[in-house]
């Protein structure tokens, strides 16, 4: 248990499955997320809140990855939130369905926590009886999507994950925003910001641009 806790790669290999060409296979890391899974395991060693920018190609699985990071935190301790930001309605509605598979098909379904809520956009983890003496997690991690520029607001948030920002019609704004949420020189935190490129221009690519420079506290995976 204590491995499963600290060793994310270990969790997600061990305990989560994923869709994978029509069939439900277990979760092997491909080539780009173990970059990505790298990057994070030398964040976290050094002591440091991870803050990593990806500039993937498409389909190599990073938005899974970074999905079954904040699951493996959310479901792994308590009082934590998770968020994830994703470009458009469609998106967000496939990130949460990952997240409902990695708990409804956990290889070990003693280690699923209790749920009290799981719709479309929200995944609880605590008890639904609030006069139980059995505590839940109350962990829980929220899909929204980046045409709502006040997503996040008056939240703490441990978790961030930033879905293919450079397509975000106010990324500047709506990130700005969503930083102030986050305690940033807490070492148990997580943003992580992940996209295709989307031409020589706007927020994400100057974002690139500085972390490539090593102006900021992001590291670049690409």
């Known amino acids: 248990l204590l491995t499963l806790r600290n060793d994310p790669a270990y969790f997600i290999e061990n305990c989560l499955k994923v869709k994978w060409k029509g069939e439900l296979v277990d979760f092997h890391l491909r080539t780009a997320q173990r970059k990505v899974m790298e990057a994070f395991n030398w964040q976290e060693r050094s002591g440091k809140p991870i803050r990593l920018l990806v500039l993937k190609a498409r389909r190599e699985g990073v938005s899974t990855l970074v999905e079954a990071l904040l ?47 799981m719709d479309r956009r929200h995944l609880i983890f605590d008890n639904e009886d609030p006069h139980s003496h059995a505590r839940g997690l109350d962990s829980k991690l929220i899909v929204e ?32 925003g969503l ?12 943003v992580i910001k992940e996209s295709t490129g989307f031409g020589a221009s706007g927020y994400y690519y100057d974002e690139v641009q500085r972390a490539k420079n090593g102006e900021t506290d992001y590291d670049l995976v690409f």
């Open 71 to 117: 699951y493996h935190r959310i479901s792994m301790r308590k009082h934590k939130t998770g968020m994830v930001i994703a470009h458009d309605l469609d998106t967000a509605k496939e990130i949460f369905e990952i997240a409902r598979l990695f708990y409804i098909e956990n290889k070990f379904p003693e280690l699923r926590p209790m749920v009290r809520s």
């Open 179 to 190: 930083l102030q949420c986050v305690n940033m020189k807490d070492p148990e935190t997580i």
């Open 145 to 176: 999507t980046a045409m709502d520029i006040s997503a996040g607001v008056g939240m703490e948030i441990n978790y961030l994950h930033m879905s293919e920002v450079s397509r975000y019609r106010d990324a500047e704004n709506l990130v700005k």
